[in-house]
């Protein structure tokens, strides 16, 4: 389903060619929402529908045309920039993170099932069976085309995918003059400019809460961005377990094909676009947090936050400088 909606806007919002609103559209794709806001002279929803239309058609590994979907059944394709650009990334974090995010670990998250439902079925045979052909260092691009060691590997974008889809839509409405616009897409956000206060955009950080309902508004913090970029949050807020007293995520270590038993709930990156956010997230979930700091220490454009069990059972935050300024603690 798809609509629009034109938000209030300052009357002082002019552009060359006429008086400039600010819309908002909503609707779902890739099997979650999402939701646009934009000031433009015009609607530019054909031109949104446009664009998810054609990166569905490139990265949802479940849509049988898609070009992702023909490099896993091993036809002979060639891939298309969107897929060499995503596929690009996904590499660089992958040896930044030693492996821990690794956009080849489906088969290995897929046999604990979800919230570990299959863990009595799991054994040492069996990851080790799966881990011949999985790897990030087993498939690489040549030219325009995926070579694999070994034809059973696939790959899944979805730890990445939804970050730069927000920032394929932001291209498209720069293309079109727009400077000002918010795109959340499955809590994946890319921004530029501001608001239709006037103001930077707000986006909130929702907080570890054991049964509270998806769609309360519970929020750890509210972050401030006030320039060109994109921000991702990984970590089902209420897909943990409890073990001695403390909270542990689910999340599966792709090198060892065992559950990562660490103490990061949620993890927040702010990055200068919303796919190297959406990867970095995925990845501070499956380290423990000094080794998440450490590893951000290193890579000065992403701002980090991140929500965790503390050594007395309750929840500790640790946040960056550079986070520490948008959310207003200095």
């Known amino acids: 389903m798809k609509n629009f909606l034109l938000l209030p806007v300052l009357c002082a919002m002019m552009s060359c060619g006429g008086q400039t609103y600010y819309y908002e559209e909503t609707g779902n794709v890739f099997h979650t929402y999402y939701r646009i806001k934009y000031r433009s002279e015009r609607i530019l929803t054909n031109e949104i529908e446009t664009e998810l239309r054609a990166f569905d058609l490139s990265l949802n590994p479940f849509n049988p045309n898609s070009t992702v979907a023909k490099v896993n059944r091993n036809e002979d394709t060639e891939v298309d920039a969107w897929f060499a ?12 993170s030693g492996g821990l995010f690794d956009v080849t670990a489906a088969p290995l998250i897929n046999v604990w099932g979800f919230g570990f439902e299959r863990k009595d079925s799991v054994t040492p045979h069996v990851l080790d069976s799966l881990k011949t052909f999985v790897g990030y260092r087993k498939v690489r691009l040549e030219g325009n085309r995926v070579v694999k060691d070994d034809p059973r590997l696939m790959l899944n974008f979805s730890a990445i995918a939804k970050g730069y889809a927000c920032d394929v839509v932001a291209a498209a409405l720069e293309r079109e003059g727009v400077k000002d616009y918010m795109i959340d897409i499955g809590g994946e956000v890319a921004v530029a400019g501001l608001n239709p206060h006037g103001e930077c955009w707000r986006i909130g950080i929702n907080t570890p809460e054991e049964g509270a309902p998806a769609t309360e508004d519970h929020l750890s913090e509210i972050v401030r961005l006030c ?38 709930l949620s993890a927040t990156i702010v990055a200068p676009d919303c796919m190297t956010a959406d990867a970095y997230a995925t990845a501070f979930m499956v380290m423990g947090a000094e080794d998440a700091r450490r590893m951000a220490e290193g890579i000065p454009e992403i701002a980090y936050y991140i929500i965790c069990t503390g050594a007395d059972g309750n929840d500790e935050v640790l946040y960056s400088a550079t986070m520490e300024e948008m959310i207003g603690k200095r």
């Open 227 to 264: 320039r060109k970029c994109g921000m991702a949050t990984s970590g089902n807020y209420r897909n943990f377990y409890v073990k001695d007293g403390k909270r542990y995520a689910h999340t599966i270590n792709p090198s060892t094909g065992y559950p990562s038993e660490n103490t990061i």
């Open 85 to 96: 650009s995503v596929f690009t990334k996904a590499m660089e974090v992958s040896e930044k």
